[in-house]
């Protein structure tokens, strides 16, 4: 099913744009994060932090306080959900989509506008699986079937079926 392959291209986006946040932030911040483990992670960043520890918000708030691990989660369940034949509702693309928009213009250059794509594909498929199946030429709700006037000779829309 086509939808199911959308969610899962969602899905992957999702998951990539998260873990490589997380490990590029753990790259670039690897000394401040080694000093958590090293102290031990109570307290290691506090709510207001003294001046000299602004380092440790910044490190904390830039990995695994950020966006990226719900980001990974998202892509998980969407994966999941794919698997069962569920699809997200289009809100949710929608949502995602405008998120990663805004933060892919506020920070040029940056894979932010990958998550838009993510979340037009979840719209797509979310729409795709709310369309009715098509029904063959001349058939009609209710076990009817549409008989042409021109053909019977009467002025009748629809007959029951047998």
Do not use: Y
Not at 66 to 95: D, E, K, N, Q, Y
Not at 141 to 151: F, K, L, Q, Y
Request: proline fraction near 9%; charged fraction near 10%; glycine fraction near 14%.
């Amino acid at each position: 099913m086509l939808t199911n392959t959308e969610n899962r291209i969602a899905s992957v986006i999702l998951v990539g744009l998260g873990a490589g946040h997380l490990t590029l932030s753990i790259v670039i911040t690897h000394s401040t994060v080694g000093g958590w483990i090293g102290r031990g992670l109570w307290a290691s960043v506090p709510l207001r932090p003294p001046d000299d520890g602004l380092r440790n918000g910044l490190a904390f708030w830039a990995g695994p306080g950020s966006f990226s691990v719900p980001l990974v989660l998202l892509g998980i369940l969407i994966w999941h959900l794919a698997g069962r034949g569920i699809t997200p509702p289009a809100a949710l693309g929608w949502a995602l989509a405008a998120w990663c928009l805004v933060g892919g213009l506020l920070l040029v250059p940056s894979p932010f506008l990958l998550g838009s794509v993510a979340g037009l594909l979840i719209v797509r498929a979310a729409r795709k699986a709310a369309k009715p199946p098509a029904r063959p030429a001349g058939e009609t709700d209710g076990g009817t079937v549409a008989i042409p006037a021109a053909r019977t000779g009467e002025n009748t829309a629809a007959r029951p079926t047998e």
